[in-house]
C-alpha cells in the first residue's frame, strides 16, 4: 500500500543524528508538538528508514558515519514520494557555503547547532504545514494536468506589460511542441499556424490584444509531421488592480475531431449523398450569392436546368441500382465539362466560376456566372449533349442517354434565384416538348405552353373516363394490289373546349407523367373491340397495327393488357405493334424480352419512324421485327431530294435482306407512290390514299374494296 495513501493519527518524524543525545532531545522536542518520530543514526539508515516509513518530516543532521546528510538528502529526494517530504538539515556549519550546500542538496529548511529548542517545535509544525499545502497544490496541478490531457485543453497567459508568455505542457503539446530554445514567446503560439490562416489569425489576436478585448478563434495548424490540427484558442483580459490590463489568459484546445463532426454534418447539409455535387440548398446559396455578385458588377448569369431524358425508363428496367450508378457518372461528366469549359480557351472567357448541383432525381442544375454573352450559355449546354449521351457501362449493361436543358439567364429572366431556376425548368419542359436531346432558352411565352401542360397532363385520366379519345385509321395499300391490307390505329383527343387535341401535343406529356399506360390500354382495348365488330360484321380490316409507348413495353404490363383482350377474340397475327428505334436503344434487355414475348404471342412488330434515330444494323439482328416503316421524312418531296431515294433505297434492301416488310409512310402525291412501288417498297400509307380516319369512315373504305 501507498504509505502516502495512510491516515496517521499524527504526523511521523525521522531523526538522523549520530548523536545519542541530541537524538533524544530531538525527540522529545517533535513529540511534544505532536509528532510521533522513528530514530537512526546515519544517512544510508535514514534514506532505509525514509524508504519503509514515510515520514512527513525530517530533521536531518549533516556530518555523520557511512552518508552525510546532503548526500541522504539528494537520495531521499530522488526516491518515490521524496518530493514532498519536509527535510530540516541541522547543520553546525553557519557559513552560507553550507547552507546553500544544503538547499542544493534539496533541503526545505536549515536550523544551526546547537539547537533552539523552542524554534525546532515551530519550524517543523511551519514545515509540516506546508509541506501539507504543497503536496495538495502538486495534486491538483497533477489532475489539472491530467484533466486538460483528456480534454485536449491547454492554457496560456501573456503578461501585457512585459511581454513574458507563458503556456502550459498541456498547450505545448497541442501546438505541436513549440520553441526551439524553451523560451516561449507569443509568436510560438502563431509559428504552427496554417500559411493559410497566419494573417487572418495574427490579425483578430493583434486586434483583440490592440483593444484589450478577448477573442475566440478557431484555425488549422500545421504539426511537425505535416498533419494539421485544428484548435479552437480563447483568450480574455485580466484586469490588474489599477484597472488597467495586466494579463491575458488564455485557452486552447483541440477541436479536430469536433471539426470533422461539423464538417460531416456541412457534407450532409450541403451536398448530395449519392453524387457529392452541391444540393438544392447550396446551390440555392451560391444562386443568391453570385446573383448579388452579379448585381454589384452588372454582369450575367446562366442558369442550366437539366433532366435526363426518360431516365424514369432506365430506373424501371434496370432497376434503382443502375439507375444510380447512371445519375453517378453522369454527375462526372458534368463536372468534368463544366470543368472544362472553365479552361477551355473560348469559354476561359466566358466565365469564371461554375457550380454543379444535383437537385434530386435525375435533376441537375449548372450555374455560369460572370456570363459576357447569353450564348456562351448554349456553348455549354451543346457540350453538355455531346458529353452527356455516353454510352455508359452499368454493370454489364451498355446504356445511352440524352439530357433536355433549359436555360435562364440573370437579369433578363428573373431577378432572384427562385424565380431564374423556376423559368429555367419551364425552359426545360419545353426542351422536352421539342423532341429531347436538346437545349432551349427561356422565353415569356414559355409560360402559356407550360401552364398548357399542365391542364393537359390533369385533363389525361378524365379523358379516359368520359370517354374523349378515338382511335382514327390510317390504311396501308399494298403496292402491288393496289388494296387495302390493314390500317394503323392514331389517337386522337376531343377535348371538351381545346377541339381536336392531336397525338403530338399529349402522348409525351403522358409518357412524361406516367398516364401513358392508361392511354396505351385503352388504345388496345378499343382496336381490339374494333376488329372484333368488324369480324363480326364480316368486314376484314386485315393487320391493325397500334403505336406502343416504350414506358409501358418497358414494364412489361402490355402483356397483361393483351391478356385481358383476349376476350375479342383477336387473331393476334393481325395485331402489330409500331415501336420506335430510340425505344430499343434505352434498355435492350428489357426490351427485347417483352418483344420476344409478343412474337410468341404470334404479335407482329414494326419498327417506326426508320432512319430517324441512331439506327444500329445490330437492333435489327437482335430484335424480332418483322416491319420497317420508312419514316416519312425521306418519303415527302423525295421526289426532289435524289439523296433521300439513296437512304430509301438502303432502307428498302436492308429490310428486305432480313426478311422484313418494308411500309414507306407520308406517301402525299401519285409521283411518290410511283416511286415507291419502283423501288421495291411492299405497302404504303399516306395522304395520297387517305388520312387517318375514323372507324366508320376506315369501314366505308373496306367495302367500297369489297365492291
Ligand atoms: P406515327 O406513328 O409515325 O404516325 C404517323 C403520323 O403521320 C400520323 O400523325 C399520321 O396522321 C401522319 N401522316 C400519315 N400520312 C401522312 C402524310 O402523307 N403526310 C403527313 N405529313 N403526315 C402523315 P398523328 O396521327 O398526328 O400521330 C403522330 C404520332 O403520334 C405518331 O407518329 C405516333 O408516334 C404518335 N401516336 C399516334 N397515336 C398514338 C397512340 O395511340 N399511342 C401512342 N403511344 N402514340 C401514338
Ligand atoms: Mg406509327
Ligand atoms: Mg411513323
Not at 463 to 482: M, R, T
Not at 669 to 679: A, D, N, R, V
Amino acid at each position: 500500500m501507498n504509505p502516502d495513501q495512510l491516515i496517521r493519527e499524527k504526523p511521523l518524524a525521522l531523526i538522523v543524528d549520530d548523536d545519542l543525545s541530541l537524538r533524544i532531545a530531538m525527540s522529545a522536542v517533535l513529540k511534544k508538538v505532536g509528532f510521533s518520530v522513528i530514530e537512526v543514526d546515519n544517512g544510508k539508515d535514514g534514506v532505509d528508514a525514509f524508504k519503509k516509513s514515510r515520514p512527513d518530516f525530517i530533521l536531518l543532521d549533516v556530518i555523520m558515519p557511512v552518508l552525510d546528510g546532503y548526500k541522504a538528502c539528494k537520495a531521499i529526494r530522488s526516491l518515490p514520494g521524496g518530493d514532498y517530504v519536509q527535510i530540516l538539515m541541522a547543520t553546525g556549519l553557519d557559513d552560507s557555503r553550507s547552507i546553500d550546500s544544503a538547499f542544493e542538496a534539496g533541503a526545505n529548511g536549515y536550523i544551526t547547532k546547537p539547537l533552539n529548542w523552542t524554534v525546532l517545535g515551530h519550524r517543523a509544525r511551519y514545515m509540516l504545514k506546508a509541506g501539507r499545502a504543497f503536496r495538495e497544490l502538486n495534486k491538483s496541478k497533477t489532475r489539472l494536468a491530467k484533466t486538460q490531457e483528456l480534454a485536449k485543453l491547454g492554457n496560456w497567459e501573456l503578461n501585457l506589460n512585459t511581454g513574458e508568455f507563458i503556456c502550459s505542457k498541456e498547450a505545448t503539446v497541442l501546438l505541436g511542441g513549440l520553441s526551439k530554445d524553451g523560451i516561449l514567446r507569443l509568436g510560438d503560439l502563431l509559428a504552427p499556424v496554417h500559411p493559410d490562416e497566419l494573417s487572418t489569425v495574427t490579425k483578430e489576436i493583434e486586434a483583440a490584444l490592440a483593444a484589450q478585448e478577448s477573442f475566440s478563434i478557431d484555425y488549422r495548424i500545421v504539426l511537425p509531421d505535416g498533419s494539421t490540427r485544428y484548435i479552437l484558442n480563447q483568450g480574455e483580459i485580466l484586469y490588474s488592480d489599477d484597472n488597467g490590463a495586466g494579463v491575458m489568459l488564455g485557452a486552447i484546445q483541440d477541436v479536430t475531431q469536433l471539426k470533422a463532426a461539423e464538417e460531416e454534418i456541412r457534407l450532409l447539409a450541403y451536398y448530395d449523398g449519392l453524387t457529392g455535387l452541391a444540393n438544392r440548398m447550396l446551390f440555392l446559396d451560391r444562386l443568391d450569392q453570385e446573383i448579388a455578385a452579379a448585381k454589384r458588377s452588372g454582369q450575367k448569369l446562366a442558369l442550366l436546368y437539366m433532366d435526363l431524358d426518360q431516365f424514369k425508363r432506365i430506373n424501371d428496367t434496370l432497376g434503382h441500382h443502375h439507375g444510380d450508378l447512371l445519375l453517378k457518372k453522369v454527375s462526372d461528366v458534368l463536372q468534368r465539362t463544366i470543368r472544362g469549359t472553365d479552361t477551355a480557351s473560348i469559354l476561359s472567357r466566358v466565365q469564371s466560376a461554375s457550380v454543379v448541383a444535383r437537385l434530386g432525381g435525375d435533376e441537375f442544375t449548372i450555374l455560369l456566372s460572370e456570363l459576357k454573352e447569353p450564348e456562351h450559355a448554349a456553348v455549354v449546354a451543346r457540350r453538355i449533349l455531346k458529353e452527356i449521351a455516353g454510352p455508359y457501362m452499368l454493370e454489364g449493361y451498355e446504356v445511352s442517354v440524352t439530357t433536355s436543358i433549359g436555360i435562364s439567364i440573370y437579369p433578363g429572366d428573373g431577378l432572384d434565384g427562385t424565380l431564374l431556376l423556376k423559368h429555367a425548368d419551364t425552359a426545360m419542359y419545353h426542351a422536352k416538348n421539342h423532341g429531347r436531346n436538346n437545349y432551349k432558352f427561356y422565353t415569356k411565352a414559355l409560360n402559356v405552353e407550360v401552364v398548357e401542360r399542365f391542364s393537359i397532363e390533369r385533363d389525361i385520366p378524365k379523358a379516359i373516363e368520359d370517354d374523349e379519345f378515338a382511335l382514327y385509321y390510317q390504311p396501308k395499300i399494298n403496292v402491288k394490289s393496289g388494296e387495302i391490307v390493314g390500317a394503323e390505329a392514331l389517337i386522337r383527343w376531343h377535348h371538351p373546349y381545346r377541339g381536336l387535341v392531336p397525338p403530338d401535343r399529349f402522348i409525351a406529356i403522358a409518357e412524361e407523367s406516367g398516364l401513358i399506360k392508361g392511354v396505351n390500354d385503352w388504345v388496345l382495348k378499343t382496336v381490339c373491340s374494333q376488329w372484333h365488330q368488324w369480324k363480326s360484321t364480316g368486314l376484314d380490316p386485315g393487320v391493325l397495327a397500334i403505336n406502343l409507348s416504350g414506358y409501358q413495353l418497358a414494364k412489361q404490363n402490355v402483356l397483361e393488357a393483351i391478356a385481358q383482350n383476349e376476350i375479342y377474340d383477336l387473331d393476334f397475327s393481325k395485331l402489330e405493334v409500331e415501336i420506335t428505334e430510340n425505344i430499343l436503344m434505352q434498355d435492350t434487355k428489357g426490351n427485347a424480352q417483352v418483344l420476344q414475348y409478343l412474337h410468341d404471342y404470334g404479335i407482329r412488330i414494326a419498327l417506326d419512324d426508320f432512319g430517324t434515330g441512331y439506327s444500329s444494323l445490330s437492333y435489327l439482328t437482335s430484335f424480332k421485327v418483322d416491319t420497317l416503316k420508312i419514316d416519312r421524312s425521306f418519303v415527302m418531296g423525295c421526289v426532289e431530294t435524289p439523296k433521300n431515294l439513296v437512304v430509301i433505297n438502303a432502307i428498302i434492301a436492308m429490310g428486305h435482306s432480313l426478311g422484313m416488310k418494308v411500309v414507306a409512310e407520308g406517301v402525299e402525291t401519285g409521283e411518290e407512290f410511283e416511286l415507291m412501288k419502283q423501288m421495291g417498297v411492299d405497302e404504303v400509307q399516306g395522304f395520297f390514299f387517305s388520312p387517318a380516319v375514323p372507324a366508320d369512315d376506315f369501314a366505308r373504305l373496306l367495302l367500297e374494296q369489297k365492291d
